[in-house]
């Protein structure tokens, strides 16, 4: 975790990964869309500096997306493709 720029929270918020990676990011959530029972809807949230005043480390949400819905997987698909094929990780 402390190298990891993103966090995925699932299954209600009971589960969570971290990815140091926009790239990682996406190829988790493209197989954890496969694997998903019930609610495919999960959070991303995206490190922030710490607070002023404060240490450790801050996550802030960065998007809500539904895996069950095509229309997101095929962006998330074609982002992990320009992402690859430029040899980029953002």
Do not use: I
């Amino acid at each position: 975790m402390a190298n990891d720029r993103y966090q995925l929270l699932f299954d209600a918020a009971n589960q969570q990964r971290y990815f140091a990676t926009r790239r990682d990011l996406l190829r988790g959530a493209l197989r954890l869309s496969l694997f998903l029972q019930g609610s495919k809807r999960v959070a991303v949230y995206e490190r922030q500096a710490p607070a002023p005043g404060r240490v450790g480390v801050r996550f802030a949400l960065a998007a809500e997306l539904d895996l069950a819905d095509a229309p997101t997987l095929r962006r998330l698909e074609a982002e992990l493709a320009e992402l690859t094929a430029a040899g980029r990780d953002d």
